[in-house]
């Protein structure tokens, strides 16, 4: 019996042995294609090759042992990851002396309506369009250093005031060039570290991106997509996610001193509106720290402003493109850290519902800590009508020493409120500085300006400044401030339906603690002083009229 058993046992692993054999190869190392990996050898082809035969043999790992790979485009395919092995860096080559370039941008129809940089993709150190099952895995590095910042603005709002941000003043709209000469310059040129369109089934994991062109990651139109554990350092965007489904972003860092770290978009780069919806971000943090040193682990804070003026970006944002609008998204968890605060902005048309935010630090706070605006820039086909914003929960938010001049600022525009927002557990330190003066102010409507708080000077109040809105719940939150403060906490104007349930703010013996225009349907329950909820008895002062 056991002899018996012995050579059946045996003749199985002959078998195995024999199935392994035979199974289709699934581990492709670029080495094995002909890349050298030592940071001055162009290895372009080599990969390519690689991930071409990982494709034809029905999907497979590209493997790139440690070392560097100098590369132009590299060209994912259906069924393939790529993994970046411990001391691997893959090095984006500089055109001018590489010998080569990255691929053409393909032609778009639809460029108008936003950024060269979010209307194509082919022009980027690793692309990919109409893929399903790809992964990029770590724990290896991304060095963008040959990749580009640049590229022409949207032209259908070339020189229109509501293509840049006021804050960049007489610059705004300006072109120093002809449209045609800043095309050609883009040629050859790759401005994103990853750039994906039309994919799904997508996973980012583990690895690190230094310096990622304009994006490091622009995800368009991309269903079920994980991102997880990746270390993101950069000179623009860190995260670009247009127009996707299903996105999971988890346990990511991404500090971006002169632009956005993770920001939800809804452009019309594929020529239709698609929302971006179902999207989870958790436990990560954004910074606007100096270039690389979140990398380095110095954390410098040298660096005092982005480009368009205002101080460091490095925040998350939804908007500033919305023709698809935004739905279910559920940020919890985060940090900020010298950078912008939190922005939900529609501008472009489109609807930004069902937002719920919670668990979330700043520190060291830009420009507003909460930024809520609906305008109407109008960029896309049509011109788009007016968007919505609505159904928008923030609760356990907690932040210190914010930028004085912009308090947190929910926006709307005439005949079209924000609506439905609640904030709750809210507990604000801002520097103070504001002046009798700045209380007077009536911030400009500019109503197509690109969005950003600077849009609206100093505004009167230094906690909370609310104009066209209705529905609004403000509970258990507490606004204050470090330095002398003369402006009120509060300024509302044009608020229909809005309760202030536990709000506690230190004001200056003069100043009011609302200021009012235009409200109805006010209650204050719970505030020292102001327990009162019919409104004639609330002290109350007046916005100058215009």
């Known amino acids: 019996m056991r002899r018996r058993w012995r050579a059946a046992l045996a003749g199985l692993c002959l078998l195995a042995v024999a199935l392994l054999g035979a199974a289709p190869r699934s581990h492709f190392d670029v080495r094995d294609f002909g890349a050298r990996g030592d940071g001055l050898t162009l290895d372009t082809d080599a990969i390519n090759r690689a991930i071409e035969a990982a494709a034809g043999a029905g999907g497979g790992t590209v493997y790139f042992p440690p070392g560097t790979y100098a590369s132009f485009s590299i060209r994912l395919k259906s069924h393939v990851a790529?993994?970046?092995?411990?001391?691997?860096?893959?090095?984006?080559?500089?055109?001018?002396?590489?010998?080569?370039?990255?691929?053409?941008?393909?032609?778009?129809?639809?460029?108008?309506?936003q950024d060269f940089g979010h209307s194509h993709w082919q022009n980027s150190l690793i692309w990919g369009i109409g893929l399903e099952d790809v992964a990029i895995l770590g724990p290896g590095?991304?060095?963008?250093?040959?990749?580009?910042?640049?590229?022409?603005?949207?032209?259908?709002s070339r020189g229109k005031s509501g293509d840049r941000p006021l804050s960049m003043g007489p610059a705004a709209g300006a072109t120093s060039d002809?449209?045609?000469?800043?095309?050609?310059?883009?040629?050859?040129?790759?401005?994103?570290?990853?750039?994906?369109?039309?994919?799904?089934?997508?996973?980012l994991r583990d690895f690190t991106v230094r310096d990622g062109g304009h994006f490091a990651l622009l995800a368009t139109g991309v269903d079920n997509l994980s991102i997880e554990g990746l270390r993101i350092d950069t000179n623009r965007d860190g995260l670009d996610i247009d127009a996707c489904r299903n996105v999971h972003i988890a346990n990511v860092s991404v500090n971006s001193p002169n632009d956005d770290a993770i920001v939800l978009k809804s452009s019309f780069a594929l020529g239709f509106a698609r929302a971006t919806e179902n999207v989870t971000i958790t436990n990560c943090q954004v910074?606007?720290?100096?270039?690389?040193?979140?990398?380095d682990g110095t954390f410098r804070r040298t660096h005092e402003r982005a480009p368009d003026r205002d101080g460091p970006t490095g925040r998350i944002k939804l908007g500033t493109e919305s023709n698809g609008g935004f739905r279910n998204i559920v940020l919890s968890n985060c940090v900020f850290d010298r950078s912008r605060g939190l922005a939900l902005e529609v501008v472009d048309g489109g609807t930004l519902e069902d937002v719920a935010v919670t668990n979330v630090t700043m520190r060291d706070v830009t420009t507003a800590p909460l930024f809520i605006r609906l305008g109407h820039r109008g960029r896309g086909p049509g011109p788009p009508p007016v968007g919505t914003i609505r159904r928008i929960a923030i609760s356990n938010l907690l932040v210190a020493d914010a930028e004085p001049r912009y308090a947190s600022i929910i926006a709307g525009i005439p005949g079209h409120p924000v609506e439905d927002v609640q904030l709750s557990n809210v507990h604000i330190v801002y520097r103070g500085g504001g002046t009798r003066q700045d209380a007077l102010r009536d911030p400009p409507e500019n109503e197509a300006a690109y969005p950003e708080p600077s849009m609206f000077g100093t505004v009167?109040?230094?906690g909370l400044f609310i104009r066209h809105a209705r529905n609004v719940t403000v509970r258990d939150v507490d606004v204050t401030y470090s330095g002398e403060e003369q402006r009120p906490p509060v300024v509302l104007h044009d608020v229909a339906g809005i309760r202030f349930d536990r709000l506690r703010a230190p004001r200056a013996a003069e100043a009011p603690f609302f200021l009012l225009r235009e409200v109805s349907d006010l209650a204050v329950v719970g505030v020292p002083g102001l327990d009162d909820t019919r409104l004639p008895k609330v002290e109350a002062g007046a916005l100058p009229s215009r």
């Open 178 to 203: 002809p449209e045609v000469a800043e095309l050609r310059a883009m040629e050859g040129q790759g401005n994103k570290a990853i750039a994906l369109k039309l994919c799904r089934n997508v996973t």
């Open 287 to 295: 910074s606007g720290y100096d270039p690389g040193t979140l990398l």
């Open 82 to 113: 790529l993994y970046l092995e411990r001391g691997t860096t893959l090095l984006a080559a500089l055109p001018a002396k590489g010998g080569g370039r990255y691929d053409l941008p393909e032609p778009n129809e639809w460029a108008l309506y």
């Open 141 to 156: 590095t991304i060095d963008g250093r040959g990749l580009t910042t640049r590229g022409p603005g949207a032209p259908w």
């Open 460 to 462: 009167p109040a230094y």
